[in-house]
Nanobody, 123 residues
Framework: VQLQAFGGGLVQTGGSLRLSCAAFGGLFSGYVMGWFRQAPGKGREFVASITWNGANTYYADSTKGQFTISRDNAKNMVNLQINSLKPEDTAVYYC?????????????????WGQGTLVTVSS
């Protein structure tokens, strides 16, 4: 499956963004989908994931209560709502397709990556 993420941009501290990821050309609805991010000079880290049917969501401790992941299987889309943005949220955000329907997704079991969308939060 090919993934295309969009929706990033420059926002002020306290603002909100909605990132989206569209899937093309492969299986989407039967798999966990996730978001990761990579801040400048740091490794890629898990942000959130959602099971194939949207029944369960998982978040990194650093994103709980601030980020909300959702999906629309009819449209082959997964979204990430980010509220109360802080400068430390500045990163390239990547959507990722997992390799199983349930549970979460880790760096090791990502089967496909989107190209990333840059979120910059100004102080």
């Amino acid at each position: 499956v090919q993934l295309q993420a969009f929706g990033g941009g420059l926002v002020q501290t306290g603002g909100s963004l909605r990132l989206s990821c569209a899937a093309f050309g492969g299986l989407f609805s039967g798999y966990v989908m996730g978001w990761f991010r990579q801040a400048p000079g740091k490794g890629r880290e898990f942000v959130a994931s959602i099971t194939w049917n949207g029944a369960n969501t998982y978040y990194a401790d650093s994103t709980k209560g601030q980020f909300t992941i959702s999906r629309d299987n009819a449209k082959n889309m997964v979204n990430l709502q980010i509220n109360s943005l802080k400068p430390e949220d500045t990163a390239v955000y990547y959507c990722a397709a997992g390799s199983r329907p349930f549970g979460t997704v880790t760096l090791a079991d990502v089967r496909s990556w989107g190209q990333g969308t840059l979120v910059t939060v100004s102080s």
